[in-house]
């Protein structure tokens, strides 16, 4: 429950959080050791504001998430195999149809790009053929499977997904690539 500092074993000096500390809502968080931290007003010279600092139905969208997040034990675990089983189904389906591919995921975050190549970086991402994630993107679409709109964006799973949702996303993948 400690994020990536803890799936990737960091001890970071300052950390930045994003919507899911706010339930998905517009919101970010920063923290960090306490000579930093001291450093941020009222005791430190740095000032910290933004017009939504503080929003109440952020904030209740971000306490009711910590504390599902808390109380539920294996949602971490759920959502690592939820990740898995869509990324099986992904290479399964794309192998067979012999299109190229790269699945990129760590955890509930999966990213799709039709190339052969390890994608790393904006560069090797942007060298996918983007045409076909354009077509793919349109195609899911209307099969009522709602993508990021850029070959460029990460997928991100829910905890809320059912196996019978993340079997839709497969047959339609299936369906679409032709």
Same mark, same amino acid.
């Given at each position: 429950?400690?994020?990536?500092?803890?799936?990737?074993?960091?001890?970071?000096?300052?950390? &930045?959080?994003?919507?899911?500390?706010?339930?998905?809502?517009?919101?970010?968080?920063?923290?960090?050791?306490?000579?930093?931290?001291?450093?941020?007003?009222?005791?430190?010279?740095?000032?910290?504001?933004?017009?939504?600092?503080?929003?109440?139905?952020?904030?209740?969208?971000?306490? &009711?998430?910590?504390?599902?997040?808390?109380?539920?034990?294996?949602?971490?675990?759920?959502?690592?195999?939820?990740?898995?089983?869509?990324?099986?189904?992904?290479?399964?389906?794309?192998?067979?149809?012999?299109?190229?591919?790269?699945?990129?995921?760590?955890?509930?975050?999966?990213?799709?790009?039709?190339?052969?190549?390890?994608?790393?970086?904006?560069?090797?991402?942007?060298?996918?053929?983007?045409?076909?994630?354009?077509?793919?993107?349109?195609?899911?679409?209307?099969?009522?499977?709602?993508?990021?709109?850029?070959?460029?964006? &990460?997928?991100?799973?829910?905890?809320?997904?059912?196996?019978?949702?993340?079997?839709? &996303?497969?047959?339609?993948?299936?369906?679409?690539?032709?």
């Amino acid at each position: 429950k400690g994020g990536a500092q803890e799936f990737y074993g960091v001890n970071a000096d300052i950390v &930045t959080l994003g919507k899911i500390i706010g339930g998905g809502m517009p919101v970010g968080a920063y923290g960090g050791k306490q000579e930093i931290m001291a450093l941020v007003s009222p005791d430190g010279p740095v000032y910290q504001a933004g017009t939504l600092s503080g929003n109440p139905v952020a904030m209740a969208a971000g306490y &009711t998430m910590l504390n599902m997040i808390n109380q539920t034990n294996d949602l971490y675990q759920e959502l690592e195999l939820k990740g898995q089983y869509l990324e099986a189904g992904l290479q399964e389906v794309l192998t067979n149809k012999n299109i190229d591919f790269t699945i990129n995921r760590v955890g509930s975050m999966i990213s799709l790009h039709f190339t052969d190549q390890n994608v790393t970086n904006f560069s090797s991402s942007a060298s996918g053929n983007n045409d076909t994630f354009k077509a793919f993107f349109h195609d899911m679409l209307n099969e009522g499977i709602y993508l990021p709109p850029s070959p460029f964006e &990460t997928w991100f799973l829910s905890y809320s997904l059912t196996k019978e949702q993340l079997d839709k &996303t497969i047959s339609s993948v299936d369906k679409v690539c032709n």
